[in-house]
């Protein structure tokens, strides 16, 4: 297939194919945390992405060389590194989508709440530079505990006066990406055809992959259920423990961060029906935010979508989860508050 980009005289990009003529609009993607174990190799993938147009690499210390490595791959997008505060303006402005991996990864023996006295102060100070400088973006929120990271940034955002709930992400793709490899192992199926929603939140008991709703269809026995269960909600404490004291996730992170920002990003375009889990401001139950399946659109969440029938021990396992995250979401809105 005839395949080129080229400038119209609008400054926008055409890509076309053949005969027919499909505009792709600038995008521009600011990465935070961008010369970390996970903000490297998302950055790579990020200027993989065809729907980029402009990667902006930010950190404390480090991404000049990030920056000048990865702008050497030879596709569309343009790279820059900013480095230190006095940079994040310019690395901010004019972005689509941010995403966050800034922060301390866990050790083993360390729960995601453990990080919270760490990155709960750099996720507050980079939220209110996206709020000065990009409130339109939206945000994915990597840094962990997620399940307290989001409340705090919607708190910070709503402060500013610039917080719309459509556009706060927390990214709970890696559990839905482990879900699907560990079911595809089990069931014995092509892992390229397995869908799973998880739901919930994104650490341990409230991380609740729907197994009942998962595609193909395999009737495992319901003890296979709950062990892939157990494994998705400890797949994190697997790798850290297996890293034994080098972090967490970074690759598999990237891979899931990665999908999940081109997901935005295909909203952002316009392309219909772009569904992934995420946790979100939500009323699918009486908590304030809840992942599940959402509907991404021109304007960041178009539909919060519903469970969907559930298994009596997915039942179980959302009532169970309910305190523990409850608990997460006040924990983050008191300290974006009191601080
Ligand atoms: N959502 C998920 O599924 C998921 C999975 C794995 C890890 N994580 C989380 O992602 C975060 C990053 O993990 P990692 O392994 O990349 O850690 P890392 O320590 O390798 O990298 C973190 C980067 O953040 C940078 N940083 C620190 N403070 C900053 C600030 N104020 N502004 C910008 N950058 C800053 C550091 O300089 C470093 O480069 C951790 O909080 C971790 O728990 C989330």
Redesign the pocket.
């Known amino acids: 297939m005839f395949r080129f980009v080229a400038r119209s005289a609008a400054g926008k990009h055409l890509l076309r194919r053949g005969y027919a003529t499909e505009s792709v609009p600038d995008r521009k993607v600011a990465v935070?945390?961008a010369?970390?174990?996970?903000?490297q190799p998302l950055a790579l993938l990020m200027k993989l992405n065809p729907l980029v147009s402009q990667l902006a690499l930010?950190?404390?210390?480090?991404t000049p060389g990030v920056a000048a490595d990865v702008s050497h791959v030879n596709t569309r997008s343009e790279v820059a590194g900013y480095v230190g505060e006095e940079q994040l303006g310019k690395a901010l402005e004019g972005s689509d989508v941010v995403i966050i991996?800034?922060?301390?990864?866990?050790k083993p023996g360390m729960t995601?709440d453990d990080?919270f006295n760490i990155?709960a102060g750099?996720v507050k100070?980079?939220c209110a530079a996206i709020a000065k400088y990009c409130p339109n973006a939206l945000v994915n929120m990597?840094?962990?505990p997620?399940n307290s990271t989001v409340p705090i940034a919607a708190e910070v955002f709503k402060k500013a006066g610039t917080y719309d709930e459509k556009k706060l992400f927390g990214?709970?793709t890696?559990?839905v990406v482990r879900a699907k490899t560990f079911y595809a192992g089990k069931a014995k199926v092509n892992v390229a055809d397995v869908n799973v929603p998880v739901v919930g939140g994104?650490a341990g008991i409230t991380i609740l992959p729907l197994f009942s709703q998962a595609t193909p269809k395999a009737n495992l026995a319901e003890e296979d259920i709950k062990a892939l269960t157990k494994r998705t909600q400890d797949g994190?404490t697997e790798v850290v423990e297996a890293k034994a004291g080098k972090?967490?996730?970074?690759l598999s992170?990237a891979y899931?961060g990665a999908i999940f920002a081109d997901a935005c990003l295909k909203g952002l375009n316009g392309v219909p029906d772009v569904v992934e889990c995420s946790f979100v401001q939500s009323t699918v139950t009486e908590l304030p935010f809840f992942a599940s399946k959402v509907r991404l659109g021109k304007n960041g969440v178009e539909e919060v979508l519903g469970l969907g029938p559930l298994s009596d021990y997915e039942k179980e396992g959302l009532e169970n989860l309910k305190p523990e995250l409850k608990a997460s979401i006040e924990k983050g809105i008191k300290f974006a508050n009191q601080s």
């Open positions: 935070l945390g010369a970390g174990g996970i903000g930010y950190d404390i210390a480090n991996p800034a922060g301390v990864p866990r995601r990080l990155n750099i100070g980079l990597i840094s962990n997620v990214v709970t890696l559990d994104h994190g972090g967490s996730a970074t992170m899931a």
